[in-house]
Nanobody, 131 residues
């Protein structure tokens, strides 16, 4: 069974950058999706970005579009989230998830990787952005 370990969180000032990593132990299905999520204090979990392991598909929430970049290194079984121009509202626990089913035929391009339906979740890494 795949396990996920996130790292790279920390405390930064507004405008700063961080890169989160999510390393998977075990085999990752190359036809599946992985994603990054976050949950701030008193807020619901938000789907931040997702990526198709077997191709070029990526998705970003409007709140991070243009500032965050999701990428993958399949050989290292690692998915990254590069975060730039961080804002205090980006403060949250960030979670990685894997084993989402990629729907190539979805008419809704944004939903080709599922929004929240992932079978494996990591423990999270805290990101704190101060003003």
């Amino acid at each position: 069974q795949v396990q996920l370990v996130e790292s790279g969180g920390g405390s930064v000032q507004a405008g700063g950058s961080l890169r989160l990593s999510c390393v998977a132990s075990g085999d990752i299905d190359n036809t599946s999706c992985m994603g990054w999520f976050r949950q701030g204090p008193g807020k619901e979990r938000e789907a931040v970005a997702r990526i198709y392991i077997g191709g070029d598909y990526t998705y970003y929430a409007d709140s991070v579009k243009g500032r965050f970049t999701i990428s993958r290194d399949n050989a290292k079984k690692t998915v990254y989230l590069q975060m730039k121009s961080l804002k205090p509202e980006d403060t949250a626990m960030y979670y990685c998830a894997a084993d989402g089913v990629f729907n190539y035929y979805s008419f809704d391009y944004d939903q080709r990787c599922p929004e929240y339906e992932y079978n494996t979740w990591g423990q999270g890494t805290q990101v704190t952005v101060s003003s």
